[in-house]
């Protein structure tokens, strides 16, 4: 039995790594709106270009979409409809390899 866990533990470390979630990946859903260097203002400029906002506004305005804290008045870019739908699917992970992605493309 300890071999077994210890195998589903190992199994485990691995496939997390393997599977790690891809910024780029992630991104090629937003490129419609947001361009593929993240460098389209949105909104007539609303929304500023991502490129162009950092790493912690980025993670902080996916959450606050996700958790609908990010809402028409609320925050500094408001709720878009999609934007909700959008980062629904993402966990905090994909949230950080997103922003990570997109802070690379200043």
Not at 69 to 80: A, N, Y
Request: glycine share 12%; with cysteine; charged share 25%.
């Amino acid at each position: 039995m300890k071999k077994v866990l210890i195998a589903c533990a190992a199994l485990a470390a691995f496939s997390s790594s393997v599977f790690a979630a891809d910024g780029a990946t992630l991104y090629k859903k937003c490129v419609a709106c947001h361009g593929a260097n993240a460098e389209k203002p949105y909104l007539g400029g609303k929304v500023p270009a991502l490129n162009t906002l950092s790493k912690e506004d980025i993670i902080a305005s996916l959450k606050g979409y996700k958790d609908g804290t990010l809402g028409e008045g609320k925050g500094k870019f408001g709720m878009m409809g999609v934007m909700k739908g959008q980062a629904a699917s993402l966990n905090d992970e994909s949230i950080e390899a997103l922003a990570d992605f997109i802070v690379s493309k200043k």
